[in-house]
């Protein structure tokens, strides 16, 4: 009588028919410590263009580099920054040709407006230029040389009439030796001025080619 006493306690104690209520568990505390996300990596797009008179185009009011250069900081989510020379160059185009490839010949650094003064933080710079004379406009020379570009990605990218990239993509290297510097895009001005949707085509293409 005693054994079946004793055996019916222990059922009802390992089914739990005590009546006692358990505690809920509480999950063990981790006590390692959570890796901090890494911080979102900031993007500028830098970019020089003139308005005035432009190459088979006429007048224009928005430069044609300006209009990818928003296009791209939409796409992206960059901020921008204009690249103003200290004296603007002449709306009107011939004059602006001749000055421009005085400044090439003597490789001058003519004088900016004002520089960035933020660039430390941010890790992938799209640099935005016209080709003049087959090149960098000397003032973009004078922005790439005020600034420190070691450890960023560079992304450059023109406008032209025909040129292309020619060989700026190998200035910019050599002016930011420290930096990662990709593969560019070059849209034709017109295209940028009167095509809008043809640019943003291009655009689109080459930013996803490069994982945006
Ligand atoms: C001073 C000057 C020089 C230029 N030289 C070239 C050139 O060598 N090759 C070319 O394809 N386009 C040349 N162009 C045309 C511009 O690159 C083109 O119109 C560009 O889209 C202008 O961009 P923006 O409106 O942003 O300044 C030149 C334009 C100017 C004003």
Redesign the pocket.
Known sequence: MKKIFLLLLMILTVSGCGGEEKAPVEPEKKSVEQTPAPTDKKILVV?????GE????GN?TK????IVAEMIAAKTGADTFEIKPAVA?PDA?EP??E???KELESNARPALEKNIDNLAQYDTVFIG???????L?RVMMTFLEANDFSGKTIVPF???????L?GTVREIKDACPNAKVLDGLAI???T??NDSAAAEMEVDAWLSGLGY
Do not use: D, L, M
Not at 54 to 57: F, G, M, Q
Not at 63 to 66: I, L, R, S, V
Not at 158 to 164: F, I, M
């Open positions: 970019y020089f263009s003139r308005t432009e190459y088979s185009i224009i430069g044609n580099t300006a160059y185009y602006c040709t000055i421009a490839k230029f016209p080709i003049w004379w087959g090149a406009p023109c406008t032209h009439g025909g040129s292309g020619a034709v001005g017109k940028a001025q």
